[in-house]
């Protein structure tokens, strides 16, 4: 297949010069140069130890000033030891400082979905998330449903995201733009169909949808902080053709990312055996397409082998594991501990419209539910390092998001550590770190959340 698709460059660039001076000027007028926020600075200096509850990879800081220059992490510094008046100081004492969260896997259409009763995944596709998918073809409701979704996603303290649009162009282009705006770092791409999906979610041949992929890869891939995530829904939605055109473009683009599902659920792994009778794995079709590499996003990865979980480490993927919407489906318990023995990066996410709630401590707390389930207790050092740096660490942007290191861009959120009797009670019984940090995971919620500051500049504050 040739995927030359000859674009007019100079429309390209200009367009994205146009956008690029809009966000720098919104940007100017919504941060100062500098601002330090007091308050209790929680992050990770590396991956906590399965289990392990004392942690030297946990990195708690209390009472301290975080410095934000120019959108930036800049340092930290005791909170007895105030920046001086060149500073803009917010004192947030006795509230908690954390990176913004990272959701690796979510579909922006699907708030329309969310809360849908009473199916498993193929079901529940048909009957309630193509029909709704179907509208995102129009410019209007996908502009209204990207700035939606964003502004929703940002009061639930998430920074980044990892985001499935529609098979609509229009859908993934509104999207980038309304993350540009925003100043978030956002990684997308237009979903690839083909097939076993209604009329008006499908690609067509000849091309399979590759010139739409390549316009927005040329418009958006690298522009700000916003990259280009080559999208196959899943097996049974894409022909063998399809699927090898999307290789090509994961070669083509060596630097943009892939996204997809994998092994969710029983029915699903089954048809795709019976669709792929050559494939030794559900896995195995897309590493046969070129689409296993280091730079993909498998969400869930419930129902794997060993062989499978090999071949994700040796390729360096992730698992994105989504307990909110696994359970809300019906579709099993991700095993974590199978994938840490076997060396496989996971992140967490909520999958929301499967999944449901945005809130990633929602989606943290089914994560250790799923986990107690299955005999371990996860620690709300691996659950939290799920959602920021690891998730940033498998994504390659550790240097970029999901921690408060020196350097990083000023993606940071302020949370109330209590809200209520019941959570502010346990929080004053609390002693060690852990105890008080596990509590406010499993009592917290959007609700706790004061502030987000993206790129220094502040994107939510709480009335
Ligand atoms: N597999 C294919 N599409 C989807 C989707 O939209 N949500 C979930 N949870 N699984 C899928
Ligand atoms: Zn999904």
Known sequence: MNLEVDLPAVLT???TDTLADQAVALEAAASPQRIALRGDLLDFTSKPEWGVVESPAVRFREDHWLLIEGGRIVGAQPGDQAPDSSWVRRDHRGQLVMPGFIDTHVHSPQLDVIASHGSELLDWLNTYTFPAERRYGDLVEAEAGAARFLDALLCHGTTSAVVFPTVHKVSADS?????????MR???GKVL??????????????DFGAKDCVDLIDRWHGVDRLAYAVTVRFAPTSTPSQLAMAGQLCTAYSAAYMQTHLAENRAEVK???ELFPEARSYLDVYERAGLLNARGVFAHGIWLDEADRASLRDNCAQISHSPSSNLFLGSGLFNWRAAEDAGVAVSVSTDVGGGTSLSMQRTLLDAYKVQALQGERLTAWRALHGATLGAAA???????IGSLSTGCTADVCVWDWALGPVAQRRHELA?????RVFAWLTLSDDRNLVTVYVKGAVRYERA
Do not use: N, S, Y
């Not at 169909?193 to 000849?206: I, K, T, V």
């Open 271 to 273: 048809w795709v055996h």
């Open 193 to 206: 169909m083909d097939r076993h999906a209604p009329e008006g979610l499908r690609d067509e041949a000849p």
């Open 394 to 400: 498998a994504l390659g942007l550790g240097d970029e």
């Open 186 to 188: 956002l990684i997308t």
């Open 431 to 435: 002693q060690a770190l852990h105890e």
């Open 175 to 183: 999207l980038f733009a309304a993350a540009h705006e925003r100043g």
């Open 13 to 15: 660039d200009t367009l």
